[in-house]
């Protein structure tokens, strides 16, 4: 397995590792699967904007996929501009297989060597594995939200994890 940059033509494969748990479960909260359009959007802006969007590539198959982006709008409030807020999604069949320590150890480099401080995770509190996950590779949790998000009519709770990339760095 190799993590590399997405293009174009793994934008199904994403979008396919996206939808996979929107109709059942609280991983996202939407219960509308992406469009190919909605997905092919989202990837011009990441591109637009720099960020990158990484997939694990098992011999041409995208197992995994993930990418960062502006925390809390940086562009309107530029305070944030350090921070950046990510997204991972693997395959099912690949969980504990280390796909996903692959990639977000990928992100962190390049979020790094975009000049990122900070890396945030926002995760449903349900999803006690991410949150485990995330554990292990050095996120911290730092705050709980109770009810902030509704999905199958009941209330969702979400966690905010982040990881300090350059502690004691100078802006």
Same mark, same amino acid.
């Given at each position: 397995?190799?993590?590399?940059?997405? %293009?174009?033509?793994?934008?199904?494969?994403?979008?396919?590792?996206?939808?996979?748990?929107?109709? !059942? !479960?609280?991983?996202? /909260?939407?219960?509308?699967?992406?469009?190919? =359009?909605?997905?092919?959007?989202?990837?011009? #802006?990441?591109?637009?904007? %720099?960020?990158? +969007?990484?997939?694990?590539? =098992?011999?041409? =198959? +995208? &197992?995994?996929?993930?990418?960062?982006?502006? $925390?809390?709008?940086? %562009?309107?409030?530029?305070?944030?501009?350090?921070?950046?807020?990510?997204?991972?999604?693997?395959?099912? =069949?690949? /969980?504990? *297989?280390? &796909?996903?320590?692959?990639?977000?150890?990928?992100?962190? !480099?390049?979020?790094?060597?975009? %000049? +990122?401080?900070?890396m945030v995770g926002a995760i449903d509190s349900a999803?006690?594995?991410?949150?485990? $996950?995330?554990?292990? @590779?050095? $996120?911290?949790? &730092?705050?709980?939200?109770?009810?902030?998000? *509704?999905?199958?009519?009941? /209330?969702?709770?979400?966690?905010?994890?982040? #990881?300090? @990339?350059?502690?004691?760095?100078?802006?």
């Open positions: 397995m190799i993590v590399r940059d997405a %293009g174009v033509s793994d934008l199904d494969a994403i979008r396919g590792l996206y939808n996979a748990l929107v109709l !059942t !479960t609280t991983t996202a /909260w939407t219960e509308t699967e992406q469009t190919a =359009d909605e997905r092919a959007a989202w990837f011009a #802006r990441q591109s637009q904007q %720099g960020y990158p +969007v990484l997939v694990a590539d =098992d011999g041409g =198959d +995208v &197992v995994g996929f993930a990418a960062y982006g502006d $925390f809390r709008g940086a %562009g309107k409030w530029p305070g944030y501009r350090y921070t950046v807020e990510h997204t991972i999604h693997v395959r099912e =069949d690949q /969980w504990g *297989r280390g &796909v996903g320590r692959r990639l977000l150890a990928e992100l962190t !480099t390049r979020a790094l060597a975009n %000049g +990122v401080h900070v999803n006690t594995a991410s949150i485990a $996950f995330h554990e292990r @590779l050095g $996120f911290v949790e &730092v705050a709980r939200m109770p009810e902030v998000g *509704r999905k199958f009519g009941t /209330w969702l709770d979400l966690v905010l994890m982040q #990881r300090v @990339l350059d502690p004691g760095a100078e802006r």
